[in-house]
Nanobody
């Protein structure tokens, strides 16, 4: 069974920074990528950023230049550095860990499966 655990949320003033972490664990997990979503009160969940196992990244326009995603494939972990935070960044941030297919000790980077974390709350005060 795969578990995904996020950490690093909290309360910060506008202009401040936070760093979120997401780690996936489980015998069947093969790191193919990590996605960060967020859901603000009364709004739909939206994709913020993702990183592939090869290091390719995507950012939503709303966070470009302020957020940086990085990954450590060996640790099945991704980090989200959030700078210049604004009240509009207030949301619950969810990690979605993407896995390939494992066959014994071999991992195939197929991005076939994904697993959600429980979310971590980020509150930015004005």
């Amino acid at each position: 069974q795969v578990q995904v655990v996020e950490s690093g949320g909290g309360l910060v003033q506008a202009g401040g920074s936070l760093r979120l972490s997401c780690t996936a664990s489980g015998d069947t997990f093969c790191f193919s990528g990590m996605r960060w979503y967020r859901q603000a009160p009364g709004k739909e969940r939206e994709l913020v950023t993702f990183i592939t196992s090869g290091g390719s990244t995507y950012y939503a326009d709303s966070v470009k230049g302020r957020f940086t995603i990085s990954g450590d494939n060996a640790k099945n972990t991704a980090y989200l550095q959030m700078n210049s935070l604004t009240p509009e960044d207030t949301a619950v941030y969810y990690c979605n860990a993407v896995s390939g297919r494992r066959s014994g000790s071999v991992c195939y980077d197929t991005m076939e499966f994904d697993y959600w974390g429980q979310g971590t709350r980020v509150t930015v005060s004005s």
